[in-house]
Nanobody, 119 residues
Framework: QVQLVESGGGLVQPGGSLRLSCAASGRTFSTYAMGWFRQHPGKAREFVAAISWGSSSVHYADSVKGRFTISRDNAKNTVYLQMNSLKPEDTAVYYC????????????WGQGTQVTVSS
């Protein structure tokens, strides 16, 4: 079992940056693949990024490639999402997820953090 708590969301202007963090509980954090999903108002949740337990495999949605970077620090039980060149369409609730692999990364979910991109 893994418990996930996100932080770092907020209001940012278009073109700005934010870094989301996700703190995980549990001694087996380093064995889980981690990732981020997001949910736009009125829409289904969608995949954003995922990273394998050893950081050797990283995947991004096409909509965020080149702008977002996922990373993890297993010593701190934390995964990050650095978001640059933010656009209004990035406005969403962002969820941290964990799972057995990058292919099945959304077994466990955090409570979500709101990101709003607006001038």
């Amino acid at each position: 079992q893994v418990q996930l708590v996100e932080s770092g969301g907020g209001l940012v202007q278009p073109g700005g940056s934010l870094r989301l963090s996700c703190a995980a509980s549990g001694r087996t954090f380093s064995t889980y693949a981690m990732g981020w999903f997001r949910q736009h108002p009125g829409k289904a949740r969608e995949f954003v990024a995922a990273i394998s337990w050893g950081s050797s495999s990283v995947h991004y949605a096409d909509s965020v490639k080149g702008r977002f970077t996922i990373s993890r620090d297993n010593a701190k039980n934390t995964v990050y999402l650095q978001m640059n060149s933010l656009k209004p369409e990035d406005t969403a609730v962002y969820y941290c997820v964990a799972g057995a692999s990058v292919a099945v990364v959304n077994t466990y979910w955090g409570q979500g953090t709101q990101v709003t991109v607006s001038s």
